[in-house]
């Protein structure tokens, strides 16, 4: 199984990047899908999650209203459309692939490697 995150890179605050996640080696549309981030010195926090289908989904109070996921089965990947980035969204999120119901803990069968997010002020 592969989970291939791509999207990160430099951008200002307010701005707004799409991070996507390829998955490869698993049936994509039978995994709830997740994002996640760690900034330096900091713990992994959930960022967002989206059922099998699409049609649930669920994200951190810090994001919500400014991040939004979504999947395409056919092309078994999910993506995190990141909108009026902040400085602190500055982290290197990771995908996640797991059974349902989406959860926020890191209880996810799958990780990709990471992209890095980087948002100056």
């Known amino acids: 199984v592969q989970l291939q995150a791509s999207g990160g890179g430099l951008v200002q605050a307010g701005g707004s990047l799409r991070l996507s996640c390829a998955a490869s080696?698993?049936?994509?549309?039978?995994?709830?899908m997740a994002w996640f981030r760690q900034s330096p010195g900091k713990e992994r926090e959930f960022v967002g999650g989206?059922?099998?289908?699409?049609?649930?989904?669920y994200y951190a109070g810090s994001v919500k209203g400014r991040f939004t996921i979504s999947r395409d089965n056919g092309k078994s990947t999910v993506y995190l459309q990141m909108n009026r980035l902040k400085a602190e969204d500055t982290a290197v999120y990771y995908c996640a692939a797991g059974g349902h119901p989406v959860r926020a803990n890191n209880d996810y069968h799958y990780w990709g490697q990471g992209t890095l997010v980087t948002v100056s002020s």
């Open positions: 989206i059922n099998w289908s699409g049609g649930s989904t």
């Open positions: 080696g698993l049936t994509f549309s039978s995994y709830a």
